[in-house]
């Protein structure tokens, strides 16, 4: 070990940061106060360049193509800090909420948390040589931390197996394992190197690595008797660079790291809308025929449908797939097919991927122009397989190639009627970590920025729709991607296999991601790969899908089935129930969905996100909040007509969503699980809005309010946000806001409505519904209503 490399010394501070060089004079660290919660740690070599950042974007929608200066510090506060030297090896900054303790001689830090106004640690490097700074424990950069066995460590995007990561290793690596095991497959698609801490002391705090290279991050699964309990960040290469998010719960965290790297995208309501999707469909000879058949057994079975995701069969030239090119026999009118689905308020997203097969009909145009990734030599194009063949990955960090790939989504999707991109197969897996990107004039190498390829490909397919129709609020779709991802496309967790382990663990997949920033999101419903699903778990499995933000039922089954609603005709009347519900609840989601982008709340959280203070919120659990108000229950198991649902310690108490029974926190009850509906409980004072017409196949919308009235007096206050849903009108203040207070008095209860804003409302009216008949009666906006009812509709101006 070169003693040199963990000698540092102070070289100077500045309002912002501190500068500190080793002995040896090829380290240097810059520690920057971002916020007063927010330090980062940048360590790198005197002569290395930094790389560009595309994950970091506080309270940004977009990024410039090029990424942002890794040194750009102006979206930060950077706010003033106190410095305490203890003597020439050691000192520590601090803000009014976090604190670094550093030991200069040996490189070590120690972290600290302000809890009622005293400081608590709240993690620390490990003693025994934290830092790779002179090469000695391998290639790449490594981050060695102490650990403990209480400790509790959540999010790292999408992963499978428990929510709880302590004790596993996870590898970062974009890679596509179609029919992966729910517990034990890793990778999965996605790359979010951020994590979250529950300490042995119940404190919480966030770590991001803005790094995009192949890492792993082992948080306790590896032991070595020589340095005690310990976890480890390990990346290939590129820089190491990391952010400290201390916070009071769980909420605070993933909020300012979701704040960290940028607004979830507003999508158009109808993205939350029931997707339909099979590759079945597209792959048939008769493509035009069968996908214009699903519209009508839509209508036959009066199941609601927003959209329909268009598997990449459309591309094919005999067997293998041609991003761009329309398959004229199997879809000999495609303008006429989409005006079809438009006819009947259906959306399409067409299907497109980033590899050009060797044979593709544009591809010598794309190698001649440059456009493809380069092998290292830089010379010629790197081959690698995809689907049946070889091809070659479109360069997206070629300006010329974002160009051309704008154009191609303008000229053969949009303008044939196509509404949205769906952005497959964008793992880019290349794995010469040496082939050359463009870098944008720079040069970059593979290894050191993977997942900003899928970025910058969602991103280019986003900004050509809202080239072609600027007035039109886009939607895109993503399967793979890195920290930001929220920023330009909803996702689900890929090409999972059909069965009940699929359906348990994909919750918690979920949840999982949800902690780590990416909010929009939901799972392939019945099962993507596999055999057909068997009735109660397709029905399980679509209760479980109708209360994610991103509903479809996609398939490509071995056995030729297709998974849509109407698979079993002796089960469409549950599932035609469930299928209404989802657009009852469609106002609730479109308002979770406002206040992830405008506040950077996750749609669906775990218990323990706002009910932390209840130790049993953290055990193992299926059960997930959707939004701060709606527990849900889902039943992931065969069998089951009754479950056990806990319900987390809170003041207010629960009802039941279904029977309006009201129930006092912190207690275990049986509920009735029945195929037709997934069990629901809401926290006392709380507000829903939904949808109530009776026919949900009629266009527009009836509005509704569920009101669940706190026991005991008070009062509680809502917010309904209302806009078109499609345009991007809202931008210019265009929307109305229902504001409403309900209070419960010792006589009875009284609400006030009132409505502000330009946006005209659809409806003239609405309608309150409570759990139960008021027998004392209801004042609603100082009017008595003497009726004993559990329903009244009012005129609202």
Not at 203 to 220: A, P
Not at 659 to 665: L, N, R
Request: charged share 25%; hydrophobic share 35%; glycine share 8%.
């Amino acid at each position: 070990m070169n003693m040199d490399a963990y000698r540092f010394r102070w070289v100077e501070g500045r309002p912002s940061s501190i500068h500190l060089i080793n002995a040896a004079e090829d380290t240097e660290i810059r520690i920057w106060i971002l916020e007063e919660n927010i330090f980062r740690i940048y360590i790198k070599g005197i002569n290395e360049k930094p790389l560009p950042t595309w994950t970091v974007a506080p309270g940004m929608e977009d990024v410039p193509y090029e990424g942002r200066n890794r040194l750009d510090l102006s979206p930060f506060t950077c706010p003033a800090y106190s410095v305490n030297k203890i003597n020439e090896q050691e000192f520590e900054l601090f803000t009014s909420k976090l604190k670094l303790y550093i030991f200069m001689d040996s490189l070590k830090f120690i972290w600290y948390e302000k809890q009622n106004g005293d400081w608590k640690e709240i993690a620390r490097d490990r003693d025994t040589q934290s830092y790779n700074l002179d090469g000695t424990l391998g290639r790449g950069r490594f981050h060695y931390m102490k650990r403990c066995r209480e400790e509790m460590f959540f999010g790292l995007g999408e992963k499978a197996g428990p929510l709880n990561r302590h004790g596993h290793r996870y590898r970062m690596q974009n890679m596509d394992p179609m029919g992966y095991d729910p517990y034990l497959t890793d990778p999965l698609y996605k790359h979010i190197p951020f994590f979250m801490t529950r300490t042995k002391n119940r404190q919480w705090y966030g770590m991001f690595y803005d790094n995009l290279s192949t890492s792993v991050f082992d948080m306790g699964k590896e032991l070595d008797n020589y340095h005690g309990f310990y976890r480890y960040y390990h990346a290939e290469s590129g820089p190491l660079d990391y952010y400290m998010i201390s916070g009071k719960d769980a909420a605070e965290v993933v909020e300012t790291y979701s704040w960290l790297t940028g607004k979830t995208a507003f999508f158009p309501k109808w993205s939350l809308g029931y997707s339909g999707s099979t590759m079945t469909y597209t792959d048939a000879p008769d493509a035009q025929v069968q996908m214009n058949q699903f519209i009508q057994d839509c209508e036959d079975y009066e199941i609601p449908c927003h959209s329909f995701q268009l598997s990449s069969g459309y591309t094919s030239i005999e067997s293998k797939r041609y991003v761009f090119n329309w398959n004229t026999t199997k879809f000999p009118e495609p303008k006429r097919f989409t005006t079809y689905y438009k006819e009947h308020g259906v959306n399409l997203c067409a299907n497109i991927k980033p590899c050009l097969l060797k044979d593709h009909p544009m591809y010598e145009e794309l190698k001649e122009k440059g456009y493809f990734i380069k092998n290292r030599t830089g010379e010629e194009e790197e081959l690698v397989q995809f689907w049946d063949d070889l091809g070659a990955y479109i360069d997206f960090t070629n300006p010329g190639a974002v160009e051309w790939w704008k154009e191609k989504v303008k000229e053969k999707l949009l303008s044939y009627g196509i509404d949205s991109t769906w952005n497959d197969n964008n793992e880019f897996e290349i794995w010469d970590g040496e082939a050359k990107l463009h870098g944008f004039g720079s040069g970059l190498n593979m290894e050191d920025c993977r997942p900003v390829l899928s970025l910058l490909m969602t991103k280019t397919s986003l900004d050509a729709q809202k080239e072609f129709q600027p007035s039109v609020r886009p939607y895109a779709i993503t399967r793979s991607g890195g920290p930001g991802l929220q920023r330009y496309a909803q996702t689900w967790s890929g090409d999972n296999y059909t069965s009940w382990d699929t359906l348990k663990y994909n919750v918690l997949t979920g949840i999982g991601l949800s902690l780590s920033g990416v909010y929009n999101f939901g799972h392939d419903v019945g099962g993507f790969a596999g055999g057909a699903p068997e009735p109660e778990l397709f029905i399980r499995w679509i209760q479980n899908g109708i209360v994610h933000p991103r509903f479809t039922i996609h398939s490509w089954n071995d056995d030729g089935s297709v998974n849509v609603p109407w698979m079993y005709p002796d089960h469409i009347k549950p599932i035609k129930r469930l299928m209404d519900f989802r657009e009852t609840i469609t106002p609730y989601l479109y308002q979770l969905m406002k206040d992830a982008h405008d506040q950077y709340k996750p749609m669906i959280q775990p218990m323990f996100y706002y009910f932390g203070h209840d130790e049993k919120t953290l055990e193992e659990s299926y059960q997930f909040m959707l939004g701060e108000q709606v527990l849900v229950a889902p039943v992931v198991e065969k069998g089951v007509r009754e479950i056990d649902v806990y319900l987390p310690n809170n003041v207010k108490g629960w009802y039941d969503w279904h029977t309006g029974v009201f129930y006092t926190g912190g207690q275990a009850i049986t509920a009735a699980a029945p195929m037709d509906r997934v069990p629901l409980f809401v926290q006392a004072g709380s507000i829903i809005p939904i949808d109530d017409k009776e026919d949900k196949m009629e266009k527009g919308e009836q509005r509704g309010y569920l009101c669940f009235p706190l026991q005991e007096e008070g009062s509680v206050q809502f917010s309904h946000y209302e806009d078109d849903g499609v345009s991007i009108d809202y931008k210019e203040g265009i929307y109305t806001v229902n504001e409403m207070e309900l209070r419960t008095n010792a006589g009875g209860l009284e609400i006030n409505i009132a409505s502000t804003g330009s946006y005209i409302l659809p409806y003239k009216e609405i309608t309150l519904y409570f759990p139960k008949a008021l027998d004392d009666g209801l004042i609603i906006n100082d009017q008595t209503w003497t009726s004993s009812s559990s329903e009244y509709t009012i005129d609202i101006k």
